[in-house]
């Protein structure tokens, strides 16, 4: 906008007058110069670019088993047996810190406390629970303990519930705790192997999604229900429960 058209100079060195498109404009030379350098430098590591183009364009590689993960899937092709119903009963992978593992009575006995001061405090949350439990039982998948029977060997499991309002069938879960610690710092999880992933990985999933017009989504009513866990290993995976204001029971 301020196109030069033409200037002319005073007797001022340091004054100039020029003209431009709106009128004659007084300026100033400058006295002195500053030069400014700014230099940008910028490495790429195309090789490695590279190479992990040709990893994603390849797939996934084969992944390796780890010692516990071999150790828990050995495991369970030995001890793996179906009933004549077709169901599966598998036995618990126990690694070298069952030794450790301890009474863990009263921190479930704490928790159930504190569960069923919040049935006080709700009592449709409380309904929904005990429903879920009797459940439980109802369809066989566990059992009550005999006073003759019960014994504090082997290890309680804390419950609690999780609620979930967006869910269009079940909105509430009983979540059993396997990784409180026992009074010796070990809890049931620790004292079990931890086997190989079962999930396939989400960029087989999502490739697969392209693959079909049409995609099914479904989910496994009670999955891990389905699997019967092998007489003598019933005594770890314990809990306490109490049913209107009656005694404290063990299943």
């Known amino acids: ?142 059992t009550k303990i005999n006073t003759d029977q019960s014994t504090d060997h082997g290890y309680y499991l804390s419950h609690h519930g999780v609620i979930k309002e967006s869910s269009d069938t079940t909105k509430l879960w009983v979540v059993f705790d396997g990784s409180a610690s026992s009074t010796t710092g070990v809890s049931l999880n620790d004292a079990l192997h931890t086997g190989p992933k079962l999930q396939e990985d989400l960029r087989n999933i999502l490739l697969r999604f392209r693959s079909f017009q049409y995609v099914l989504t479904g989910d496994i009513e009670k999955m891990y229900r389905q699997f019967i866990i092998r007489p003598e290993d019933r005594t770890y995976p314990k809990i306490l429960w109490r049913a209107d204001d009656g005694e404290i029971e063990t299943y």
């Not at 195309?46 to 050995?74: N, P, Y």
């Not at 793996?80 to 030794?99: C, M």
Request: glycine residues 4%.
């Open 1 to 142: 906008m301020l196109r030069h058209l033409h200037s002319t100079s005073s007797d001022e060195p340091e004054l100039r007058l020029q003209k431009t498109r709106f009128g004659w404009v007084i300026g100033a030379s400058p006295t002195s110069q500053t030069a400014i350098n700014t230099v940008h430098a910028t490495t790429t590591a195309l090789q490695g670019d590279l190479a992990r183009f040709w990893e994603i364009d390849e797939g996934l590689a084969t992944t390796h088993l780890s010692e516990s993960e071999r150790l828990c899937e050995e495991h369970f092709r030995n001890h793996v047996r179906r009933t004549k119903e077709g169901r599966y009963v598998v036995a618990l992978p126990f690694n070298e810190k069952l030794s450790s593992l301890a009474s863990s009575k009263a921190a479930a006995m704490s928790r159930l406390a504190s569960l069923h001061r919040r049935f006080q405090r709700d009592n449709q949350y409380e309904t929904a629970y005990s429903t879920l439990i009797q459940e439980y039982l109802d369809l066989g998948h566990m």
